[in-house]
């Protein structure tokens, strides 16, 4: 079963930079499309960012030229660069596998622990 462990959040002013890094269990890392996905207090859980195998990106539209994802294959870790935050973009933060032919829809249904990012001032 893969594992995913989510770090690097924290608390940051508005305008400000984080990078989330997401460890990712398994030696078939290199194949799988990966996904960023956050989850705001009474809301449901949303797409951020995704990165399939070949390193396409697809973003949401509320993150697209503020948020980067990245992967580094041979640290079985995929990254999520933020920048510009605003306070809307508090929430909690997860990556899973995800599904490039079905808008990036999370596969895995073991999520990890996920990583707190509180934009505020």
């Known amino acids: 079963q893969v594992q995913f462990v989510e770090s690097g959040g924290g608390l940051v002013q508005p305008g400000g930079s984080l990078r989330l890094s997401c460890a990712v269990s398994?030696?078939?890392?290199?194949?799988?499309?990966m996904g960023w996905y956050r989850q705001a207090p009474g809301k449901q859980r949303e797409f951020v960012a995704g990165?399939?195998?070949?390193?396409?990106?697809n973003y949401a539209d509320s993150v697209k030229g503020r948020f980067t994802i990245s992967r580094d294959n041979a640290k079985n870790t995929v990254y999520l660069q933020m920048n510009s935050l605003k306070p809307e973009d508090s929430a909690v933060y997860y990556c899973?596998?995800?599904?490039?032919?079905?808008?990036?829809?999370?596969?895995?249904?073991?999520w990890g622990q996920g990583t707190q990012v509180t934009v505020s001032s």
């Open positions: 398994g030696s078939a890392f290199s194949i799988y499309t």
């Open positions: 899973n596998r995800a599904n490039p032919h079905l808008q990036f829809t999370p596969i895995s249904n073991d």
């Open positions: 990165i399939t195998s070949g390193g396409s990106t």
